[in-house]
């Protein structure tokens, strides 16, 4: 019985050796077991040891219950997985106190954090651009304080309206009082340009940025106005429709361009030429420019409407030449005493 007992237990102890050190005995259990894996913690600088099994960094700060706050910085990306002897550190954020125009609040920022840093995130955020009146490469502590001043500019103009003028081009196949525009007028501009820059919102400076001026489009109409007149028209003189300065008693005659005349013939350079370089049709008159200047519109009573644009040798004082374009009318015209009223110019 005692030798069947040593069997059996050698036996026993023969198999638990050959199951311990064969593959698929029980090795397979232990390896199934959570590896334990060594992590040193610093946070903030106090440094602190442990033993894990979990299998991410994150896993792993949550099993310690430790808490992570925006502005807090892990030295390794917490998704990924824990190496045996693992460093792991975490920098805290602190608070400093931030002024911009005067409004005070708190902000969390990690360490190594510069004055620019905090400078560009403020600019990012209010969308403005801010002034500091120090180092930018200052690096930042706790409880620091940073005053910013808001800056912006923005260009003044001061506009000068230049009206348009209307040019009106005459023409006496239109009826009376119409008209017809050939291009609309455009008013002009002076602009005078200032920056004006302000700081917290208060006007700090000013500066001159220039003139500019853009020139007025004439307004052009073809136009016979109620006004106007017709060379050579003829009106009812015992109530007229035009306005007059002056009116005159005058001895007229009548003269064409023909050479009887003007002692010049087609294909002379001045043929048909008046003195004041206009050509010559009916309502031409020749005046004496010491009585009558060039340029004068006049109604000579029997002729019509007519322009004073010529001279003549013998025409002087209170006489006056309607030119005519058919000699025979101007030896039935003769010489006669007319009635002739200076038009309002």
Same mark, same amino acid.
């Given at each position: 019985m005692v030798r069947l007992l040593r069997i059996t237990a050698f036996t026993l102890v023969t198999l638990?050796?050959?199951g311990m050190f064969h593959p698929s005995g029980v090795a397979d259990t232990l390896a199934a077991e959570p590896n334990v894996r060594q992590?040193?913690?610093?946070? =903030?600088?106090?440094?602190?040891?442990? /033993? %894990?099994?979990v299998r991410t960094i994150g896993n792993f700060l949550r099993e310690q219950e430790i808490t992570?706050?925006?502005?807090?910085?892990?030295?390794?990306?917490?998704r990924l997985h824990i190496s045996d002897g693992l460093v792991l550190e975490i920098t805290r954020a602190f608070n400093i106190n931030?002024?911009?125009n005067g409004e005070i609040e708190q902000k969390a920022v990690s360490r190594g954090t510069k004055v620019a840093d905090v400078k560009s995130y403020l600019q990012?955020?209010?969308?403005?651009?801010?002034?500091f009146n120090g180092n930018l490469e200052q690096l930042l502590y706790e409880e620091d304080y940073l005053e910013f001043d808001t800056w912006r500019?923005?260009?003044?103009? =001061?506009?000068?309206?230049?009206?348009? /003028? %209307?040019?009106?081009i005459i023409n006496p196949n239109f009826l009376r009082g119409t008209e017809m525009v050939l291009r609309e007028g455009e008013v002009g501009e002076i602009r005078v340009e200032t920056t004006v820059v302000y700081i917290n919102e208060i006007e700090y400076a000013r500066e001159f940025v220039g003139e500019f001026t853009t020139e007025p489009v004439t307004r052009i109409v073809e136009t016979f106005p109620a006004s106007a007149f017709a060379l050579g028209e003829l009106t009812d003189?015992?109530?007229p429709t035009f306005a007059y300065t002056r009116r005159l008693t005058m001895n007229a005659s009548a003269y064409t361009a023909g050479f009887s005349c003007t002692g010049k013939r087609p294909g002379h350079p001045a043929y048909r030429i008046t003195r004041s370089g206009r /050509?010559?049709?009916?309502?031409?008159?020749?005046?004496?420019p010491a009585f009558i200047p060039l340029g004068t519109k006049l109604y000579v009573e029997g002729y019509g409407f007519a322009l004073a644009a010529d001279t003549g040798g013998a025409i002087r004082g209170y006489k006056i030449d309607l030119f005519m374009e058919y000699i025979g009318d101007a030896l039935r015209f003769g010489r006669r005493n007319v009635t002739v009223f200076v038009l309002e110019q």
């Open positions: 638990l050796a050959i992590v040193t913690l610093i946070d =903030d600088g106090v440094v602190t040891r442990h /033993e %894990t099994t992570l706050y925006p502005a807090d910085e892990v030295s390794r990306d917490t931030i002024a911009v990012e955020k209010l969308e403005t651009i801010l002034l500019s923005r260009t003044e103009a =001061d506009i000068t309206i230049i009206p348009y /003028e %209307t040019e009106q003189t015992s109530c /050509e010559v049709e009916h309502g031409i008159v020749a005046v004496d």
